[in-house]
């Protein structure tokens, strides 16, 4: 089955601090793996996705196909960061059908 | 340009009633997406347009749930004989083609509460 885990709901960290946003996933293939963020009131919008291997805001995510995980990493969080992470990946049996993980809230303390 | 737009944003039912949200997706984008969102859950695909003809309805959970895209441009998802369960956020996306290659850009949503 294809899946996306997000094992933490809630993240709390220091402004100034390293970031860890925890992936895994679940799927028989070759994924392709994306991060999505939602900052309050504002519509969903696609951070980075694996095949671009770039790093957005100060973000990287590195597929790691042996843990099947894709971990988002900030090394210092910014106050802005705050807002809500989504994992997803893009499912086999569809050319375009996303699947969400249930996605965690990042809160960065001043 | 403007961004993919829904209506309404919010929109509030009483329990077996029929309703309609719309989407218009960014001029010129061929496919377009509807997704679900429940409270505390990601967004969950419900179906996906390339064109006019539904490419994907894999994700509509059963046949109270509809959706038409007559012109290849706006959609409509509809709803019959809402239940509560039915209460979410409503999402839809476009891109410019079908393909994970392609980025879906995302509408704020349409917020249905059933009562």
């Known amino acids: 089955a294809q899946r996306v885990t997000q094992p933490e709901k809630l993240l709390s960290v220091f402004k100034g601090a390293p970031v860890e946003l925890k992936c895994n996933y679940s799927?028989?293939?070759?994924?392709?793996l994306f991060w999505y963020v939602q900052y309050s009131r504002q519509r969903l919008q696609l951070l980075l996705r694996?095949?671009s291997r770039e790093s957005i805001k100060g973000f990287t995510a590195d597929l790691n196909k042996g843990e099947t995980s894709f971990h988002l990493k900030k090394p210092f969080a910014q106050e802005e960061d705050s807002a809500m992470y989504y994992c997803?990946?893009?499912?086999?049996?569809?050319?375009?059908?996303?699947?969400f993980g249930s996605g965690t809230r990042l809160s960065i303390r001043p | 340009g403007a961004g993919v737009s829904q209506t309404p944003s919010n929109k509030v039912t009483e329990k077996g009633k029929y309703v309609e949200l719309r989407c218009d997706p960014i001029?010129?984008?061929?496919?377009l997406y509807w997704y679900r969102q429940s409270l505390g859950q990601g967004p969950e695909f419900l179906i996906y347009?390339?064109?006019?003809?539904?490419?994907?309805d894999s994700g509509l959970p059963n046949d109270r749930f509809f959706a038409v895209r007559p012109e290849g441009s706006v959609s409509t998802l509809k709803i019959q004989r809402t239940e509560r369960g039915d209460s979410a956020v409503y999402l839809c996306?476009?891109?410019?083609?079908?393909?994970?290659?392609?980025?879906?850009?995302f509408g704020p949503g349409t917020r249905l509460t059933v009562l």
């Open positions: 347009f390339q064109g006019t003809g539904a490419a994907d």
């Open positions: 001029s010129g984008h061929t496919a």
């Open positions: 799927y028989s293939g070759s994924p392709e």
């Open positions: 996306a476009s891109s410019p083609a079908s393909g994970g290659a392609h980025e879906q850009f």
């Open positions: 997803a990946l893009k499912g086999y049996s569809s050319a375009s059908k996303i699947i």
């Open positions: 694996h095949i």
